[in-house]
C-alpha cells in the first residue's frame, strides 16, 4: 500500500506525518512553525522531516496543506500574511522536489481541507459542496463536480471576502464590509467586548468558549450579539446559495464545536432566509475530520497527481 509524508502548514505549528491510501494516518508528529524567514525554513524543515520519514516508509510523495493563496499547478505561495514572514513568493514543490526527490503537490489549508471532508469526512459520496472555516477570519473552498474550484488566477474560495456590508468596517484585505468581519469567530468576539463597552464594562479579552457559555448561560448582551452574529452568517451562506447552488455547506473552526446546538440554529434561520426552490435541498453540517483535515486533504491531493 502506498504511503505519503503529508503536511499541514499553520501559523503556530505545522503538522507532519505518515498516510497511506487508504487515508490511515500511520504516524503523525508536529514541530513549531518559524517565526521569521518562513520562505527558507518552512521549506527546509519539511525537507528534513521528509527524509527523516523515509528511513521508515517507502514514500511515494509528498502532500503540503498550507495557509496562504496557493499556486497549486506550479507549488508556489501567492500571498501569506505576516503571520508567516517572507513566505510569499516560496516556490514550495520546487524545493521539496529538489530536496527530497519525490513529487511534491501543495494546496491552500481550505482547499486540502474540503478534500479531505471529500474523501473521508461529512463530504464522502458528495460531489458539491461548500467548506468553510469560521475562526480569526473565514477561510472557505468550493468543490463542483468532485473538483475544486480554483479560478484563473488559483484563488477562488476567498469567501471571507465576499462584500456583504457595502461600506461597512474596514478588512484587513484592504476593502470594506467583507463576510469576515462580520461573521468570524474574532468578529463575534470583537463585537462582544464592543457591547460590553458600551455598558461601562472593560474586557480586555475573552476566548469563544467563555462567550458561547455566557450565551447559553442567558446574558442578554452575548445574546444580543451572538443573534446579530448568526444572521450575518446566514446572509453570507444564502448569498453563496444563490449564486453557487452547492446543496452542502460544511462548516469548520472553533465555533464550529459548538455542535448541533449552532448547527440547528444556523439551518433553521437559513431555511426561512433562501427561496423556497433551495431550501428544499440545502444543508450545513458540521466538519467530521477536524485536526486531520488538513493532512488527508494533503494525502489526497498528492494520490491525484501521480
Known amino acids: 500500500m502506498k504511503e505519503f509524508a503529508c503536511f499541514d502548514v499553520g501559523g503556530t505549528f505545522i503538522k507532519y506525518g505518515t498516510v497511506n491510501e487508504a487515508g490511515e494516518v500511520v504516524f503523525d508528529s508536529k514541530f513549531p512553525t518559524p517565526e521569521d524567514d518562513c520562505g527558507r525554513l518552512i521549506p527546509e524543515r519539511i525537507v528534513e522531516k521528509v527524509n527523516e520519514l523515509k528511513k521508515d516508509f517507502n514514500l511515494s510523495g509528498v502532500g503540503i496543506s498550507t495557509a496562504g493563496q496557493v499556486d497549486h499547478e506550479k507549488g508556489e505561495i501567492i500571498f501569506a500574511t505576516d503571520n508567516l514572514p517572507k513566505y510569499t513568493g516560496t516556490k514550495l514543490a520546487e524545493l521539496v522536489v529538489n530536496g527530497t526527490g519525490l513529487l511534491c503537490?501543495?494546496?491552500?489549508?481550505?482547499?486540502?481541507?474540503?478534500?479531505?471532508?471529500m474523501w473521508k469526512g461529512a463530504a464522502k459520496n458528495v460531489k458539491t459542496f461548500v467548506c468553510l472555516t469560521l475562526g480569526t477570519g473565514i477561510g472557505g473552498a468550493i468543490v463542483i463536480d468532485g473538483k475544486l474550484v480554483r479560478g484563473v488566477g488559483g484563488s477562488a474560495g476567498e469567501l471571507g471576502h465576499l462584500i456583504t456590508n457595502f461600506d461597512g468596517e474596514p478588512c484587513t484585505c484592504g476593502m470594506k464590509g467583507c463576510f469576515e468581519r462580520y461573521s468570524s469567530t474574532l468578529a463575534l468576539i470583537r463585537n462582544y467586548i464592543k457591547e460590553k463597552s458600551k455598558k461601562g464594562e472593560s474586557i480586555a479579552d475573552i476566548s469563544g468558549e467563555e462567550l458561547m457559555r455566557r450565551v447559553y448561560s442567558g446574558e442578554q448582551e452575548a445574546?444580543?450579539?451572538?443573534?446579530?452574529?448568526?444572521?450575518?452568517?446566514?446572509?453570507?451562506l444564502a448569498s453563496l446559495t444563490h449564486i453557487l447552488d452547492p446543496g452542502l455547506f460544511i462548516i469548520g473552526g472553533g465555533l464550529s464545536n459548538e455542535g448541533k446546538p449552532f448547527f440547528d440554529e444556523i439551518n433553521k434561520r437559513l431555511q426561512k432566509t433562501i427561496m423556497p426552490s433551495f431550501a428544499r435541498y440545502t444543508r450545513v453540517v458540521q466538519a467530521e475530520l477536524k485536526n486531520r483535515a488538513g493532512l488527508l486533504g494533503a494525502c489526497y491531493s498528492i494520490m491525484n497527481a501521480i
Open 223 to 236: 445574546n444580543d450579539v451572538y443573534n446579530r452574529f448568526l444572521d450575518q452568517v446566514v446572509a453570507g
Open 105 to 117: 503537490s501543495v494546496e491552500n489549508d481550505v482547499n486540502a481541507a474540503a478534500l479531505g471532508e
